[in-house]
């Protein structure tokens, strides 16, 4: 009796080229074909929280401070123990002008620092 072939499944995840093409299209500029190549993703992949990192990215790269402040919070929520996702809720918020969301942030990420 053979044995049947193993065929390597993509899993929940995302190939990291995947990631990396949408990087260098926002990196163009072309932040709305990015965004519409991130929703795919995500579209495909919905418990991946690395994507909701790179929504962030976008937004931020795009100069809009209340979108990048949403996808932060979307991105913190998902991961309430990631030290980078506090980081950019705070830096979006402060640029956003939502300072009461930037002083809640920076409180939360205070105490990665006890």
């Known amino acids: 009796m053979s044995k049947k072939p193993r065929h390597k499944t993509t899993g929940s995840a995302p190939q990291p080229d995947q990631l990396t093409a949408i990087r260098r ?18 579209k495909a992949f919905p418990g991946f929280k690395p994507l909701l990192g790179l929504a962030w990215e976008i937004e931020s790269l795009a100069g809009e401070p209340i979108n990048a402040s949403a996808r932060a919070w979307d991105w913190q929520l998902a991961s309430p123990n990631s030290a ?28 990665f620092d006890e």
Do not use: F, H, K, V
């Not at 299209?25 to 074909?33: F, M, N, P, Q, V």
């Not at 980078?84 to 640029?95: G, I, K, N, T, V």
């Open 25 to 42: 299209i926002a990196d163009t500029g072309d932040l709305d074909r990015a965004r519409q190549r991130l929703a795919a993703l995500r």
């Open 84 to 111: 980078q996702a506090l980081e950019a809720l705070a830096d979006s918020a402060r640029e956003a002008g939502l300072l009461a969301l930037m002083a809640r942030a920076l409180q939360r990420l205070s105490r």
